[in-house]
């Protein structure tokens, strides 16, 4: 992990297209302001965690859900044709 000290003000340039800005300093909190294009997915760390949690479980939901498929397939097999044949 690189570690950098910035002052207020100061920023970080990660390659050419993401700057880093400290915006303000309040005790044990630090602001700080991303200018990256909008393409570019950013959260905050507890935020991105909450986010995986949920894709995994969303994951597993398919799984879940078989028994449902197995009966819904039963049923569409059970129903009758509603083609009916032209009769001239």
Known sequence: MLVLTRRLGESICINDDIKIVIQSIKGHQVRV???????????REEIYQRIQLENKEAAKLPS?????????????EDKPSTVEAETT
Do not use: C, N, S, W
């Open 64 to 76: 879940e859900l078989e028994p449902m498929k197995a009966l819904y397939r039963a049923m569409q």
């Open 33 to 43: 302001g991303i200018a990256a294009p909008r393409q570019t997915v950013i959260h």
